[in-house]
């Protein structure tokens, strides 16, 4: 059964960083294209970044700068460090795959910017 598990958020000042994990069971992820996802408060859930099988990477272009994504297949992890945190970062931070089919999601975790 797969199981994402989302940790590292938190309550942060604005202009602080966070590194947020997400640990995958069930399933080996170096097979998987992955990504972070966010959803803010009465929005929907948008992608921010993605890692490809291949290690690289992509940042969508608000985040580009002050997000970086990354994995660690031997932990069956997927990291993503943010900088400079604004308030407009708030919101509940999921991973999973970076496209259909998801797998199924986590409970996500939180990350509360204070201005």
């Known amino acids: 059964q797969v199981q994402l598990v989302e940790s590292g958020g938190g309550l942060v000042q604005a202009g602080g960083s966070l590194t947020l994990s997400c640990a995958a069971s069930?399933?080996?992820?170096?097979?998987?294209?992955m990504a972070w996802y966010r959803q803010a408060p009465g929005k929907e859930r948008e992608l921010v970044a993605t890692?490809?099988?291949?290690?690289?990477?992509n940042i969508g272009d608000s985040e580009k700068g002050r997000f970086a994504i990354s994995r660690d297949n031997a932990k069956n992890t997927v990291y993503l460090q943010i900088y400079s945190l604004k308030s407009e970062d708030t919101a509940v931070y999921y991973c999973?795959?970076?496209?259909?089919?998801?797998?199924?999601w986590g409970q996500g975790t939180q990350v509360t910017v204070s201005s």
């Open positions: 890692t490809l099988t291949g290690d690289s990477a």
């Open positions: 069930g399933i080996t992820l170096s097979l998987y294209d």
């Open positions: 999973n795959r970076d496209s259909w089919p998801y797998f199924p």
